[in-house]
């Protein structure tokens, strides 16, 4: 059982358009993470939940929107895609007091 | 701000040889500092470093950090084609959140 997955792996869209990444650990977490790796290999943390709560919500356009119905899943809405959107976005969990996050395998987004 | 600084940003070698790659940090309230290893998807935990374990060692690759000159090595001897990736150095820094700062990574190429 993959530990935490993400949906979809691959998404090519127009600009203008509304999509959505979903995520899902199976590992028993209380915390998840999205995080944007550009074309330099930069990763940079976007938002994180703990328990369905929002804890971190850095400098992110409001056209990205975090959902999460419980502590298993987060997902992330985008809406008016824009060009510059166009990375890679990795799901990530960790549980307090432990070494690290568990990544998932990450979904490339190409906005043209 | 929060900074994490990688060095080299790449580095190609041929197998056998030893590499040791850079981390250089910048935070408020640094608790613990993590290498990881992306190959085509997603990162791969290697070491978590803390004040109390300072140096790592798993098979050819170790880690140190130096908390004196808020910096950490990770070596790796006898290189072999395997160990192709991105290396990814984070640290843990604000303490009430379990947010990780990632460097821009180094790109090692190990050819035949």
């Known amino acids: 059982d993959t530990a935490v997955s993400q949906t979809p792996k691959y998404l090519v869209t127009q600009m203008g358009n509304d999509k959505s990444i979903k995520c899902e650990q199976n590992l028993g977490h209380d915390t998840m993470y999205w995080y944007k790796q550009d074309s330099k290999k930069f990763l940079k943390i976007m938002f994180s939940y703990n328990n369905k709560e929002l804890i971190i919500n850095e400098t992110v356009p409001n056209r990205f929107s975090p959902k999460s119905p419980d502590k298993a899943h987060l997902n992330l809405h985008i809406n008016s895609l824009e060009l510059g959107d166009s990375a890679v976005y990795f799901c990530?969990?960790?549980?307090?007091?432990?070494?690290?996050?568990?990544f998932g395998s990450g979904t490339r987004l190409t906005v043209v | 701000e929060d900074k994490v600084v990688q060095s080299p940003l790449s580095l190609v070698v041929h197998e056998g040889d030893t590499v040791t790659l850079n981390c250089s940090y910048e935070?408020?309230?640094?608790?613990?500092l993590l290498w990881y290893k992306q190959e085509k998807k997603a990162p791969t935990f290697l070491f978590m470093l803390t004040s109390s374990g300072i140096e790592k060692k798993s098979g050819r690759l170790s880690s140190i950090l130096d908390k004196k000159e808020l910096s950490s090595i990770l070596n790796i001897t006898a290189t072999q084609t395997g160990d192709s990736a991105i290396y990814l150095c984070a640290v843990y820094g604000v303490s009430n959140t379990d947010k990780l700062i990632f460097g821009t990574g180094t790109r090692l190429q190990v050819f035949p």
């Open positions: 990530a969990s960790s549980q307090a007091g432990t070494s690290g996050y568990t």
């Open positions: 935070v408020t309230n640094f608790r613990s």
